[in-house]
């Protein structure tokens, strides 16, 4: 089983940071990889970021490439999003999720609460 709690959402302008924190508990995360995801209201969930925990190899949607970056703190049993140059279209609720996949949230098993990112233009 494992636990993921999220936060460090909240309300920014437009070009503005935000660095969300996924920490994780239990095993399974270790040998899998943990992903962002996001979900606007009226819209399917849709792939961020996710990044092997064992490796540290990562991947991006293009829509954040070059704006967000994922990193781990494995001391800490931590994922982060680093959101730099927010758009009003960023504008979601972000979750963390471990599973097998790359992009595709139905490979993901374990999920987070989520938490609110919104920017203003």
């Known amino acids: 089983q494992v636990q993921l709690v999220e936060s460090g959402g909240g309300l920014v302008q437009a070009g503005g940071s935000l660095r969300l924190s996924c920490a994780a508990s239990?095993?399974?995360?270790?040998?899998?990889?943990m992903g962002w995801f996001r979900q606007a209201p009226g819209k399917e969930r849709e792939f961020v970021a996710t990044l092997n925990w064992s490796s540290g190899n990562t991947g991006y949607a293009d829509s954040v490439k070059g704006r967000f970056t994922i990193s781990r703190d494995i001391v800490k049993n931590t994922v982060y999003l680093q959101m730099n140059s927010l758009k009003p279209e960023d504008t979601a609720v972000y979750f963390c999720a471990v599973g097998r996949g790359y992009s595709d949230p139905r490979l993901y098993d374990y999920w987070g609460q989520g938490t609110q990112v919104t920017v203003s233009s």
């Open positions: 239990g095993r399974a995360f270790t040998t899998n990889n």
